[in-house]
C-alpha cells in the first residue's frame, strides 16, 4: 500500500499538466534565479512564468526545503 504524496510535492502532477514542463525543469529556474526570499521567488513565477499562486508557492516552498547542493 503507498502513502498518499503529502505538501508541496502534491501539486507537482497537477503543475507538470497545466504548464507543460517537468519539475525539475522548474526547480532548475528557481535554483539559478538571483532571487531567494521565498515571497519574491512565487511573485517570479507568477509573473514572469504565468503560474498561479498555489502551484508557484509549492514549487518554492519545496525547492527552498532541499539540502543545499541539490
Known amino acids: 500500500m503507498t502513502d498518499a504524496v503529502k ?3 502534491s501539486y507537482f502532477p497537477s503543475i507538470e ?6 519539475i525539475s ?3 532548475d529556474l528557481i535554483r ?4 531567494t ?9 507568477k ?5 498561479g499562486h498555489g502551484h ?5 516552498a519545496h525547492t527552498l526545503a532541499e539540502p543545499s547542493g541539490q
Do not use: C, D, I
Open 32 to 35: 539559478s534565479s538571483p532571487l
Open 17 to 22: 499538466k497545466k504548464y507543460g514542463r517537468p
Open 56 to 60: 508557484a508557492n509549492a514549487l518554492v
Open 47 to 51: 509573473t514572469e512564468h504565468g503560474l
Open 25 to 27: 525543469e522548474w526547480k
Open 7 to 9: 505538501g508541496p510535492a
Open 37 to 45: 526570499k521565498h515571497m519574491e521567488l512565487v511573485s517570479w513565477l
